[in-house]
C-alpha cells in the first residue's frame, strides 16, 4: 500500500467503492499521543520510541522503509548489515508494543475514533476506524442505464460480502490458530524480563568478588632457591601452581589478600550469558563486582544477582524464599521451607556428579525493585541458573505449564545439571513454586 500526505491532511490508499474512508494523520496522531500517555506506554521509554517511530514513519509516507534492518540500523542504532537472526532486537521490541497495544484498547472504556494497529509479521503500523464511520461514503459513479446500475451494485455488493466474509474466516482462524514456536520463544522470553525492559534503568549485573589470598614475593622466592629457574616471572606465578609439600613450613605472613582476584568461573560464564541476551534485546547493562554496588544501587536499578553463598547480596534476598540456600554443620546445600524441608546437595565425584541451583524472579523483592537471582550450591550450578535464564528454549519448555498469569507472579525454580568432564550440562526444572 503506498501513502502519501495530500493538502487536505489524509492519508491516502487505494480503496475500493464502499470501503471506510481513509483516516486523517492528524485524528491518528491525536491517537498516537493518547497512547503514549497512557499507563502502558508511559513509562516503556523504548516501546514508545518504537511506536512513534513506525506510526510516523507511515505518515510521512516512508511505509517502505519500515523492515527489520532498516529499523534495528535507524532506531536501535545496529550497524548496517547486522545479522537479524543473531539480534532479534526489533523482533522482540515489536511484540512488546503489540502486548502494550492490546492491553491499552482491552482495559477500561475507550472511545478512541482510530486505532492502531501493529499486525503480526509486519512493522507498518494499521490505522482504522473504531466501529464507526464519520464521514460519508463517496457517491456511486453515474450509470448509463438504470438496468446496468443495479446490475453493478448487486455484482459490487456480492464481491464485497465475499471479501468480508473471508476477512471474517481469516481473523477467527488466526486468532484461533495456535502460534508459532518461534512467537512463543520470543513472547516468553520477552515477558520474563518484561519488567526489567519496561524501565528506563539499566540492568545491573551484580558479581560476588570474596576475599583471596596469594601467596607473597618472599615466599616465591624462597621455593625459588631452592629449585632454580621456577616461579621468576608473575606470569609463572599466576599460571602455575606452587607445588608446596605438606611437610613444608609457612606462616600466615607468607599470604597476603590479593584485591584483583576473587570473581568465581561459573559467575562470571553467567554474568556473561545474560548481559549477551539483554544486549540482544537492547537493553542496557552494567556489571558490577564485589564493592563496586551497594543496597541502594540495588534499590535503584532492576538487577540480577549472580552466586549464592559467596554473594552475601543473595543469601540477604532469598532466606524467605520457598527454596533457600542453607549452610549448616559444614555443609552446604538448598531447602525446600515448610512441612516437607527437601533438601538438594551437590554431588561429584572427581570431575563428574550434579550440581543444583536456583532461579528466582522477583517482582517485588525487599529492594522494591525487579530482581533476579541466578545462583546454584557450586559455580556450576551458577552457571546452569545464568543459562538458563538467558536461553528462550529454556525458558520456553519451563513457563509452558506455568499458571496462565505467571507474568504477574513471583516465581522461584529449582534447576539440576549433571556434570560430565567438570562441564555443566543443560538445565533441568526439578521443582517450581509461584505466588
Known amino acids: 500500500m503506498g501513502l502519501s500526505l495530500e493538502p487536505h491532511d489524509h492519508v491516502r490508499s487505494s480503496s475500493a467503492p464502499g470501503d471506510p474512508p481513509p483516516v486523517p494523520p492528524t485524528i491518528v496522531r491525536e491517537e498516537l499521543q493518547r497512547i503514549l500517555d497512557s499507563r502502558y506506554f508511559k513509562n516503556a521509554n523504548r516501546s514508545r520510541q518504537f511506536l512513534e517511530f513506525v506510526v510516523s514513519r507511515k505518515l510521512e509516507g516512508h511505509e517502505g522503509d519500515l523492515k527489520e534492518r532498516s529499523i534495528g540500523t535507524e532506531l536501535f542504532q ?18 512488546e508494543v503489540r502486548r502494550r497495544l492490546e492491553q491499552f484498547y482491552q482495559t477500561g472504556p475507550n472511545h478512541a475514533q482510530v486505532k492502531i494497529e501493529l499486525p503480526i509479521g509486519s512493522y507498518s503500523p494499521h490505522f482504522v476506524w473504531a466501529g464507526r464511520d464519520p464521514l460519508p461514503p463517496p457517491e456511486a459513479p453515474p450509470s448509463e442505464t438504470a438496468a446496468i446500475s443495479r446490475k453493478s451494485f448487486s455484482l459490487r455488493t456480492l464481491l464485497l460480502a465475499g471479501l468480508s466474509f473471508a476477512a471474517l474466516v481469516f481473523a477467527i482462524l488466526t486468532y484461533i490458530r495456535p502460534r508459532s514456536t518461534s512467537s512463543i520463544h520470543e513472547s516468553r522470553a520477552e515477558q520474563f524480563w518484561s ?13 560476588a568478588k570474596p576475599v583471596v ?22 606470569v609463572e606465578r599466576s599460571n602455575q601452581v606452587l607445588p608446596l609439600r605438606p611437610e613444608d613450613k609457612i606462616s600466615w605472613s607468607d599470604f597476603a589478600a590479593f584485591s584483583d582476584y576473587g570473581v568465581a568461573v561459573g559467575d562470571v560464564y553467567a554474568a556473561v550469558q545474560i548481559s549477551g541476551l539483554l544486549g540482544k534485546l537492547g537493553k542496557a547493562s552494567q556489571v558490577r563486582i564485589g564493592a563496586n554496588y551497594s543496597f541502594e544501587d540495588l534499590r535503584n536499578s532492576p538487577s540480577v544477582v549472580v552466586g549464592a553463598f559467596n554473594n552475601k547480596w543473595t543469601m540477604q534476598l532469598s532466606p524467605n524464599l520457598h527454596f533457600a540456600f542453607i549452610e549448616e554443620d559444614g555443609q552446604l546445600f538448598i531447602r525446600e521451607q515448610g512441612a516437607r524441608e527437601r533438601k ?3 554431588n561429584f565425584h572427581e570431575t563428574s556428579g550434579e550440581d543444583y541451583g536456583i532461579v528466582a524472579r522477583l517482582l517485588d523483592s525487599s529492594t522494591g525493585q525487579f530482581t533476579i537471582i541466578t545462583a ?7 552457571q546452569t541458573a545464568g543459562e538458563f535464564v538467558s536461553r528462550p528454549e529454556f525458558l520456553e519448555k519451563a513457563l509452558s505449564n506455568a499458571p496462565s498469569d505467571w507474568q504477574k507472579k513471583n516465581m522461584e525454580l529449582l534447576l539440576r545439571t549433571a556434570i560430565t568432564d567438570s562441564v555443566a550440562g543443560p538445565p533441568k526444572v526439578v521443582e517450581a513454586y509461584y505466588w
Open 195 to 207: 519488567p526489567a525492559l519496561a524501565t528506563q534503568q539499566p540492568v545491573m549485573i551484580c558479581l
Open 376 to 382: 546454584g550450591i557450586t559455580g556450576s550450578g551458577t
Open 213 to 234: 589470598y596469594r601467596p607473597t614475593g618472599d615466599l616465591y622466592r624462597r621455593y625459588s632457591k631452592q629449585h632454580p629457574g621456577t616461579f621468576q616471572t608473575e
Open 78 to 95: 545496529r550497524a548496517p548489515g547486522y545479522a537479524t537472526g543473531d539480534d532479534p532486537v526489533v523482533r522482540v521490541q515489536a511484540g
Open 344 to 346: 538438594w546437595f551437590a
